[in-house]
């Protein structure tokens, strides 16, 4: 009976692993598809800094689901003395930073002129968002920008919109917003020279809000102030910071509203997206493997799309916080491989539907940081951002695949090269898929052959194509190591970031694209008008 019992446990153990892992041992085959890029004009176009990460406020006491993940990865406390986060963060030149989160609506900023104590968060269930409020000394902020300036980094500065206001028992904050706490940050940083982007107002306070909500006709009010405070202050200022809000999750009918009364006040829309569920869900693997969850968000990301086309507003979308599984993210989940898959297809998802930024949720902290919470060595997906800072250029290309439903394809041209720069994701767990290019239309291609990608007098001597194949350490889909063209990336000892270096193939070649992995494709021969 004991041995019954053991044959048992080992049984349900293995195929536990089995599933967490999502590994197949089946046999591989090989499969055929083609991807179509319409070359004509492009259908986005994203900033140079597309690729934005987040530094939040939560404290080390910040837990879920009985795990605390955040060390000391908060703006109050982070080592910004580490020489691997010094080199991660530069190796972007630059790297745009967001400074927000939850904590933001709650963070009061030290003065020269007020006299107060300046104290850290406290844990207090009793409390909005569980805390206390908290203080950001100038000591820290000063250190803050010294830092930010060394690594070259792009920074936006999340406002604290709760200041002044009054939340009644619905969570509705009443009152308009007090903006004197924030004036005098503002003014502090212009005077030391500090250079600060943008200013966003708020943190997940539209539609129904986390924690408490402000209407859009307040926001909106609230906005118009902050941009008169920023013409005011930046005053003889060629380049002024930019205004953005609100921060939150999408809401038709709040974003509507709130974008139709600050055509001229308001210069990004930012929006969250944590379309995995709670980090506590078991079956976060498949999700991520799952293309129809994939492609579930780009009803957002038109939507948004669709409302800023017809309000007459010059502001433009930014993803402001994305970290795919909300309360902290999944241990070996999201900071693991496999969330390669879907940070990749959000980046690529989004740039086509024209969003300009898309700020991963964190940088470091969490369980969802590109990079490791307590020793800053980088996750996966830090190469995977690196890769797409560095060869995916402004210009979006619209992008079909003909094949496998699960190889994810996206284009644009390329960032420092002639050509057109191909993102391929391969979801499949034992397919291989041998991929060619056409720069026809699927509609208009008699068959799905392969096609060679077209050439011209004036590129026909580019016969050699780069090619970038990520893929897990010895496959195993929550490994924190990845591996670059069948080599492990790794930082060495004095934490410098390792170079990225592509493999050369024949342009005439199909892409071979192995399963669970990401291929980036840089294509020199490839002139299409979208790219002049």
Request: hydrophobic share 35%; aromatic share 10%.
């Amino acid at each position: 009976m004991r041995f019954l019992v053991i044959l048992l446990l080992v049984y349900f153990g293995i195929h536990r692993l089995s599933q967490s892992r999502s590994i197949s041992v089946a046999s591989e085959t090989t499969t055929s598809g083609t991807v179509f890029v319409n070359g004509t004009a492009p259908i986005g176009r994203i900033d140079d800094d597309f690729v934005c990460a987040t530094i939040d406020w939560w404290p080390t006491q910040k837990c879920d689901y009985g795990t605390c993940s955040w060390g000391r990865a908060s703006l109050l406390n982070l080592d910004l003395n580490s020489p691997i986060l010094l080199n991660a963060i530069k190796a972007f030149s630059p790297l745009k930073i967001r400074l927000g989160g939850t904590l933001q609506d709650k963070v009061i900023y030290e003065s020269q002129n007020i006299k107060q104590s300046c104290t850290p968060f406290v844990k207090n269930d009793s409390n909005l968002f569980s805390f206390s409020q908290g203080c950001l000394p100038l000591s820290r902020w000063d250190e803050l920008n010294i830092f930010f300036n060394k690594t070259r980094a792009v920074v936006i500065f999340g406002l604290n919109a709760l200041s002044g206001r009054i939340i009644d028992s619905q969570g509705l904050a009443t009152g308009a917003w007090d903006s004197t706490n924030a004036e005098s940050l503002i003014r502090y940083t212009v005077n030391k020279g500090y250079k600060i982007h943008g200013w966003e107002l708020g943190n997940e306070l539209c539609g129904n809000g986390i924690g408490a909500r402000i209407t859009a006709d307040q926001y909106a009010s609230d906005i118009s102030h902050l941009q008169n405070l920023v013409q005011n202050i930046y005053a003889g200022f060629k380049d002024k910071p930019l205004v953005l809000a609100p921060g939150g999750f999408f809401d038709p009918n709040w974003f509507t509203e709130f974008i139709a009364k600050t055509p001229k006040t308001l210069q990004v829309v930012t929006h969250h997206i944590y379309n995995l569920g709670p980090g506590s869900d078991d079956g976060l693997i498949n999700k991520i493997l799952d293309p129809s969850v994939l492609g579930g968000v780009s009803q957002t990301f038109s939507n948004l799309q669709s409302v800023l086309k017809h309000s007459g507003t010059s502001a433009v979308a930014w993803v402001g916080e994305a970290g795919g599984a909300y309360n902290s993210g999944r241990n070996l989940v999201t900071n693991a491989f496999v969330f390669s898959f879907w940070y990749l297809d959000q980046l690529g998802m989004a740039a086509s539907y024209d969003t300009k930024t898309y700020c991963r949720q964190t940088l470091v902290g969490g369980n969802y940081g590109l990079l490791n919470t307590n020793t800053f060595v980088p996750n996966p997906d830090y190469y995977s951002a690196l890769l797409w800072h560095r060869l995916m250029g402004n210009n979006v290309l619209s992008t079909s695949f003909s094949g496998s439903a699960k190889l994810r394809a996206y284009a644009h041209c390329s960032k420092k090269s002639q050509g057109i720069t191909l993102l391929l994701i391969n979801l499949e767990n034992s397919t291989i898929v041998q991929v060619s290019v056409s720069t026809e239309s699927a509609s208009s291609s008699s068959n799905t052959s392969f096609k060679n990608p077209r050439t011209n007098s004036s590129t026909s001597s580019h016969t050699e194509r780069e090619e970038y194949h990520l893929a897990a350490k010895n496959g195993d889909l929550q490994s924190q190591i990845v591996v670059l063209n069948g080599k492990i990336l790794k930082v060495d000892s004095s934490g410098v970031i390792p170079p990225l270096e592509p493999i050369l193939k024949r342009v005439s070649d199909p892409i071979t694209v192995s399963p669970y992995s990401v291929v980036f494709v840089v294509i020199p021969n490839i002139n299409v008008s979208a790219c002049k």
